[in-house]
């Protein structure tokens, strides 16, 4: 079982539909995580970052941690085709030294206009 | 923001020859970097982990005298594929970490195509 499995996808929305991706985990130290977009050809950027279990909104998007079920989420509202991109999440162990990011696969979207 | 710069973006080389790529983050002092591979429909692969002025971390199956690796400064680091074949043909990308965002400060370059042929 790979430490953290997320569907690779496609996904193919329409304009201003609601987009749910996800990503279960296995590792119980890990404790910080985080969404990524990543455009065709580019590098990842952060997009959001969560630590305790709940949600946290930003604009558009809301992030979604349920560290009993090792399980997040990141919703995106009212889709836009600018928002077609690979969605990566990521995780991080807590303490001292722990810098690696471990990535999801990555969820590749379209929304159709 | 934090940037970090990456280039070339792409490069096309010939088997048995070497290239560098270089990850310089431009408006911050990065003490960690992180150089990543990623294959088509696959994740981002840790390749190896390099602190300034010391040796880089290499993930385990990571042939180090191929993919060399200095970070030199705070703000530069550089990954050499010696001796190149086609089967080195993806996409590099580099990660520096900037420890005044805190835990979430993790920046990256837009990576490097790398072409064998």
């Known amino acids: 079982q790979k430490e953290v499995e997320q569907d690779p996808g496609p996904l193919s929305v329409p304009e201003g539909a609601i987009v749910s991706l996800n990503c279960t985990y296995s590792n119980s130290a890990f404790q910080y995580f985080m969404w990524y977009r990543q455009y065709s050809r580019k590098g990842p950027e952060l997009l959001m970052y969560?630590?305790?279990?709940g949600n946290k909104e930003d604009g558009r998007f809301t992030a979604q941690v349920d560290k009993s079920s090792k399980y997040i989420s990141l919703f995106i509202r009212d889709s836009q085709p600018s928002d077609s991109a690979t969605y990566l999440c990521a995780m991080k162990a807590s303490g001292a030294g722990s810098y690696q990011l471990t990535f999801g696969k990555g969820t590749k979207l379209s929304v159709i206009p | 923001g934090a940037v970090v710069s990456q280039h070339p973006s792409w490069v096309i080389c010939k088997s048995g020859t070497s290239v560098k790529i270089e990850c310089r983050s431009l408006?911050?002092?990065?003490?960690?970097m992180f150089w990543y591979r990623q294959f088509p429909k696959q994740s981002l692969m840790l390749m190896a982990t390099s602190n300034e002025g010391s040796k880089a971390t290499y993930e385990q199956g990571v042939e180090k005298d191929k993919f060399l690796i200095n970070h030199a400064s705070l703000t530069l680091s550089t990954l050499t594929v010696t001796s190149a074949h086609p089967e080195d043909s993806s996409f590099y990308i580099c990660s520096a970490r900037d420890p005044a965002q805190g835990l979430y400060g993790y920046t990256f370059g837009s990576g490097t195509r790398l072409t064998v042929v």
């Open positions: 969560t630590y305790s279990s």
């Open positions: 408006d911050f002092q990065a003490t960690t």
